[in-house]
């Protein structure tokens, strides 16, 4: 018996495909999980949103084995906003509160994406990534 796949893509903006997930999810052994904040404004609230959302679901299906793909909390960790992080680190969090078996995969930033595309940007008297 081979392994599986099926990508589900999420719109950034209308409502979650709910019954095509739950068809999805039922009866799988194990789902990867990666968000992503596309829209600069909605972004930290709508991938919480689609996070958390996909996470009951995997409770309540009994998913046996949950990977997300996370980075560091950077607000729990230095009191400093990066809602880039945020919405991921949030997710995870909320991920361990709940009864999944759960693997967080967290991997290193490149130096180039550092320098190319995290540009903070000053919000009053503080940078914000």
Same mark, same amino acid.
């Given at each position: 018996?081979?392994?599986? *796949?099926?990508?589900?893509? /999420?719109?950034?903006?209308?409502?979650?495909?709910? /019954?095509?997930?739950?068809?999805?999810?039922?009866?799988?052994?194990?789902?990867?999980?990666? #968000?992503?904040?596309?829209?600069?404004?909605? $972004?930290?609230?709508?991938?919480?949103?689609?996070?958390?959302?996909? $996470?009951?679901?995997?409770?309540?299906?009994?998913?046996?084995?949950? =990977?997300? *793909? $996370?980075? !560091?909390?950077?607000?729990?960790? #230095?009191?400093?906003?990066?809602?880039?992080?945020?919405?991921?680190?949030?997710?995870?969090?909320?991920?361990?509160?709940?009864?999944?078996?759960?693997?967080?995969?967290?991997?290193?930033?490149?130096? !180039?994406?550092?320098?190319?595309?995290? =540009?903070?940007?000053?919000?009053? *008297? !503080?940078?914000?990534?």
């Amino acid at each position: 018996m081979g392994v599986q *796949s099926e990508v589900v893509e /999420i719109s950034d903006k209308g409502p979650i495909p709910i /019954i095509k997930l739950n068809n999805v999810f039922r009866d799988v052994y194990g789902v990867f999980i990666v #968000t992503n904040d596309i829209d600069p404004l909605l $972004a930290m609230r709508r991938e919480m949103e689609i996070g958390v959302k996909l $996470a009951e679901m995997c409770e309540r299906l009994h998913v046996k084995h949950v =990977i997300y *793909s $996370a980075v !560091d909390f950077v607000y729990r960790i #230095t009191g400093n906003r990066c809602s880039r992080y945020d919405g991921k680190g949030e997710i995870e969090y909320q991920m361990k509160g709940m009864e999944l078996p759960l693997t967080v995969l967290k991997l290193p930033l490149s130096y !180039d994406y550092l320098v190319n595309t995290l =540009i903070p940007t000053r919000q009053g *008297s !503080d940078y914000v990534f």
